[in-house]
Structures are given as C-alpha cells and as structure tokens.
C-alpha cells in the first residue's frame, strides 16, 4: 500500500481533454461559448485503466 500513495504517483500530470468544457449558449456566466472548432473526439473503445506502483502479473504454470 505504501508503493501506491507515494507523493510522485498521487498526482499525476494530466491529460488533454477529449472533448472540450464549453457550453452551447452564454448566460450569465464566465463559461466559454461553444465555437465551430470545439469538436469532441469519438473513442473506439473502452477506457484503459493504469494503477500507479502496480507490479505486472504473470500466470503460474
């Protein structure tokens, strides 16, 4: 548990949006307007999932 919660792995950089934090009409707010070039990305497939400090697995044969 201790490899885990180490400080360099707690936060780790982030990662570029895939779909950008606009909305589609201003009100009375400090939002973004959205524009013809804020498109979203469609993604093949699921998500992956990286654990920090995890070792890899190997099957026992």
Do not use: C, F, Q
Not at 1 to 27: E, F
Not at 30 to 43: A, C, E, F, I, T
């Amino acid at each position: 548990m201790r490899d885990i919660t180490r400080n360099k792995h707690l936060n780790p950089k982030r990662r570029d949006r895939s779909h950008p934090r606009v909305v589609k009409r201003a009100r009375h707010n400090s939002y973004r307007v959205k524009r013809p070039g804020d498109v979203g990305v469609l993604h093949g497939g699921p998500v992956t999932v990286s654990l920090a400090n995890l070792p890899e697995l190997t099957l026992a044969s």
